[in-house]
């Protein structure tokens, strides 16, 4: 079945630095979709992206939809310790099929 | 404005046991979406309902079934239970253009954390 490899798992950074992960497939995507989650919450929508080339900012994340469909990429600038989460990227092959989740990158900010 | 909501938070059952997990959606959304998320994972689909029927099904067995009310909150039913259904069920809501084509752009609830012993 369809699958999304994030990278990296997890990340120690100091606070202030930029974050960057990414998200490739071995399909094609027309939506990528990123998520936040916090322990014990459900995930919370940070950008979503419809359209090849798409680069969308929300705050200090910007996130890109790859030109070649099958990857996505989230920066964060300037972390702090609120950025602490998981970060999921999703897709979907159009936006009525079903949405599929990367397992995720674990951010920990060092004191 | 509410969020979705989901009931209850934590749940333990016995295996061969049968759980019924509730779901209200964001106000003004229309389509229900199930995830499963195990520990360490990202959430897995199960299915999603719309118009109160089942319009996609993720890889799921039939153990696994749904229902939506007319007022768009749903349920999830998994019957039998297995040491393996322990996880994090979360319940997303998003709206369906009038077309019938639905906004990816998924609102997820708090879950509920499902314990299998």
């Known amino acids: 079945g369809q699958q999304l490899n994030q990278s990296p798992q997890s990340m120690f950074i100091q606070e202030g630095e930029d974050v960057s992960m990414n998200c490739t497939s071995s399909?094609?995507?027309?939506?990528w979709l990123w998520y936040k989650q916090d322990p014990g919450e459900g995930p919370v929508l940070l950008i979503a992206?419809?359209?090849?080339?798409e680069l969308t900012s929300n705050g200090r994340l910007t996130a890109q939809f790859g030109i070649t469909r099958k990857d996505s990429f989230l920066n964060i600038s300037a972390s702090i310790p609120s950025d602490v989460g998981i970060y999921f990227c999703a897709g979907a092959r159009s936006r009525d099929d079903k949405i599929i989740f990367g397992k995720g990158t674990r951010l920990h900010i060092l004191p | 404005d509410a969020g979705v909501t989901q009931s209850p938070t934590h749940l333990i059952k016995t295996r061969g046991q049968q759980v019924t997990l509730r779901c209200s959606p964001k106000s003004g959304h229309d389509t229900v979406s199930w995830y499963q998320q195990a520990l360490g994972q990202g959430p897995q689909f199960i299915f999603q309902?719309?118009?109160?029927?089942?319009?996609q099904r993720g890889n799921f067995p039939d153990r696994f079934s749904g229902h939506q009310f007319p007022n768009y909150s749903s349920e999830l039913n998994v019957n039998a239970l297995l040491l393996g259904d322990s996880a994090l069920y979360l319940c997303?809501?998003?709206?369906?253009?009038?077309?019938?084509?639905?906004?990816?752009?998924?609102?997820f609830g708090p879950g509920t954390r499902l314990t299998v012993l």
């Open positions: 992206l419809y359209k090849a080339g």
């Open positions: 309902y719309y118009e109160e029927e089942e319009r």
């Open positions: 399909s094609i995507f027309n939506t």
């Open positions: 997303a809501s998003s709206s369906t253009w009038t077309s019938g084509i639905s906004y990816n752009e998924q609102f």
